[in-house]
């Protein structure tokens, strides 16, 4: 079966008058066939909330405008939790996807519609002033964008890996991913081929089918995604897997077990850069749209809790032991040394004990594929 | 039909001149005796108040009788329903509304919407909000999201304040959601399980209910919470040992609390650690999901 590109979700595209001579925005009109329009972000919004469904309308815009502060920043991950020292890039935000627990939804009154930043040059500058101080890099577009959805239009793949192809010491110490839930490889691949030297990943985010269908609308069927990671394998570039949010409730327990043997049993693990595993956690600010969009998703009806440390509500400690170790036993199966590149993200260190995930020690330092630090 | 109102009696005291009230933040109730005497039933009243209206229109008085409700951002909306459910044989809807835009000006105009949503809810759901304390935003936002008809069963069944009422509503609608059956059908099913107990005290009936549904809503939790506590205070009982564990076992360590003051409890004590090490495992276990 055919999947529909994210980018036919689009329907209206808009400059900021400041850039309305950028050459981007005429391109993607002309591509789609769709006039540009000129508006500020203020006049947008406010022309959004006349729309009759706001978030529908707004997930369908791509605003083109610029990132007036800095693009890289360190992943925020959680206060307390072990984090992996991931640097992210925000040169788009938003994404024509929509699921239930993105916490972009709760930002939806002041910046509801995709932004595209048309000054990323400064993104590859500010990873050249990073390296003065930093041994190495690992660095992806996916925090508050999905990477490849509209990779088709925004040629991010070939913006970021043809300039850091270009500078040396990006080359030799930036491992760059770009993270998505979509199937939107095919110019990625094209660079890849064209870079081949470059420290590129495809990271994919997966979930059970269940949760895909219910609660990430638009996004790609697990099978395609598989097949997708097994074109970038075969392309020569490695990928990531990101079970992300895992949602834990009993019966979905031998799915996600199912899961992990579908996508390991499939894959040469030696091009698997690394495996990240993080159960659904929300912040409170989260209940009301989950209550007002999403009346019938079942996520924040799991046995929660709010954590004192980071006010955030997450499973009771015993269920994502139980989760992260059925996860843990399953993947590392697929390891002839029992020893997958595997994380936890955005957990406590406590819980990385209980599934005998110890942080890499001066005696093992090559338990994980980078240092980990505390929050 | 014009009222006017020309007494006013507040808790059973009638007070000949007009004074600016200083009222408790609660709800009060306003009760037409007939067309010419209203008494504003304020509990704890705390000050003598003495209104004299006359002559005016339905609207101004609606106003003066709003100025004297509480008039917090909360309690606009209760105040004008409360109004509207006493006068609403001598006032009209919208004479009430016109009159707390007069009071409130142009910042209530935001609750007009919703000022007039209340005012068309069936007599029984207008009573439900009166008689519970229910701020209506509350009550307007559960009909949006079809939980109302939690809140009306809650309120008919048992003596709840509005924190439980809250947190009972959401439990059931999350349950619904995640059991697939409906909200009936879990009420119904407590109502069977509890009925027996102490149907008669809607005190108790509130305290049994919200224990029932905290366990239909976090069975893992409740089970594993009530099997830990059981070991401690087994621990506790059994060997003197005070054992403390972390809030919703975050965390992988456990503390013992022991005290002694002669080298007999000393050893004493270290004949318990050794009689309870069983137990002590056991809870370990429990709360780091060694123990499934």
């Known amino acids: 079966m055919k999947i529909p590109s994210p980018a036919t979700r689009i329907t209206r595209l808009v400059a900021d008058p400041r850039f309305v001579n950028h050459p981007l925005p005429h391109s993607i009109s002309k591509q789609l066939d769709i006039p540009l329009e000129t508006a500020s972000k203020e006049e947008l919004i406010a022309d959004m909330k006349e729309q009759p469904d706001m978030f529908a309308a707004a997930k369908q815009t791509l605003f083109f405008t610029e990132n007036s502060g800095a693009f890289l920043k360190r992943c925020p991950g959680s206060r307390h939790s072990l984090c992996c020292n991931y640097m992210t890039i925000n040169s788009v935000t938003g994404c024509p996807f929509d699921c239930s627990y993105c916490i972009l939804q709760h930002y939806i009154a002041n910046n509801p519609f995709i932004s595209v930043f048309l000054n990323r040059e400064q993104a590859i500058e500010e990873m050249k002033e990073a390296l ?33 192809a270009k500078h040396p010491e990006l080359t030799e110490k930036v491992q760059f991913e770009f993270k998505t839930k979509s199937v939107e490889i095919a110019r990625l691949i094209q660079i890849i081929h064209r870079y081949p030297h470059l420290h590129t990943v495809a990271g994919f985010s997966v979930n059970i089918p269940e949760i895909q269908q219910s609660d990430e609308l638009y996004t790609a069927p697990m099978d395609a995604r598989i097949d997708a990671m097994q074109q970038i394998i075969t392309a020569g570039a490695k990928v990531a897997i990101h079970f992300d949010p895992v949602i834990m409730f009993p019966d979905f327990i031998d799915n996600y077990r199912k899961l992990a043997h579908t996508i390991f049993s499939a894959l040469d693990i030696n091009k698997i850069a690394w495996i990240s595993m993080g159960g659904f956690r929300y912040s409170h600010e989260m209940d009301v749209t989950f209550r007002t969009r999403w009346p019938k998703s079942i996520l924040p009806t799991g046995e929660m809790f709010i954590s004192e440390e980071d006010g955030k509500q997450r499973y009771l400690s015993t269920i994502r032991t139980q989760f992260y170790r059925a996860l843990r036993t399953t993947i590392a199966s697929y390891y002839p040394d029992n020893n997958p590149p595997l994380y936890i993200c955005m957990d406590k260190p406590f819980i990385w004990e209980r599934c005998m995930m110890t942080p890499p020690t001066a005696d093992h330092p090559h338990t994980h594929p980078f240092p980990l630090y505390s929050h | 039909m014009e009222i006017t109102v ?37 509990p704890d009243s705390p000050e003598e108040i003495d209104v004299v209206l006359s002559n005016g229109t339905p609207t101004e008085a609606c106003s003066t009788l709003l100025s004297l409700l509480p008039s917090g951002r909360k309690q606009q909306l209760t105040s004008i329903l409360t109004l509207f459910y006493e006068l609403k044989k001598c006032c009209s809807k919208t004479q009430v509304i016109d009159a707390a835009l007069m009071l409130y000006g142009d910042p209530f105009l935001a609750q007009k919407k919703q000022a007039e949503q209340l005012l068309e809810l069936p007599e029984h759901r207008q009573n439900t909000i009166i008689e519970h304390a229910i701020p209506p935003s509350f009550y307007l936002a559960s009909i949006a999201h079809g939980t109302a008809a939690i809140v009306d069963a809650l ?40 009925a027996q107990r102490n149907a008669e005290d809607r005190r108790a009936y509130g305290v049994t209910l919200k224990n029932h549904l905290f366990v239909q809503r976090y069975p893992h939790w409740a089970s594993r919470h009530n099997q830990a506590e059981n070991i401690r205070k087994k621990v506790r009982s059994l060997y003197g040992l005070s054992v403390e564990y972390p809030a919703y076992f975050e965390g992988n360590t456990l503390h013992i609390k022991m005290a002694y003051s002669s080298e007999k409890e000393l050893h004493s004590l270290a004949d318990s650690l050794t009689r309870a090490s069983a137990e002590l495992s056991e809870l370990l276990s429990l709360i780091t999901g060694e123990k499934q």
């Open chain 2, 6 to 42: 020309t007494r006013l009696v507040v808790s059973d005291v009638i007070v000949p001149s007009f004074a600016q009230p200083q009222l408790p933040h609660q709800p009060c109730r306003a009760v037409v005796l007939n067309d010419k005497t209203v008494v504003l039933d304020i």
């Open chain 1, 132 to 164: 003065k101080t930093a041994p190495f890099l690992r660095v992806g577009t996916g925090e508050l964008a999905d990477s490849l959805a509209l990779d088709n239009l925004l040629n991010e793949s070939g913006f970021f890996l043809s300039n850091i």
């Open chain 2, 155 to 194: 309120c008919q069944k048992a003596d709840m304040n509005f924190a439980t009422i809250k947190q009972l509503t959401a439990w059931v609608r999350e349950i619904s959601v995640r059991d697939r059956i409906p909200f009936s059908e879990i009420l119904n099913e407590a109502d069977k399980q509890i």
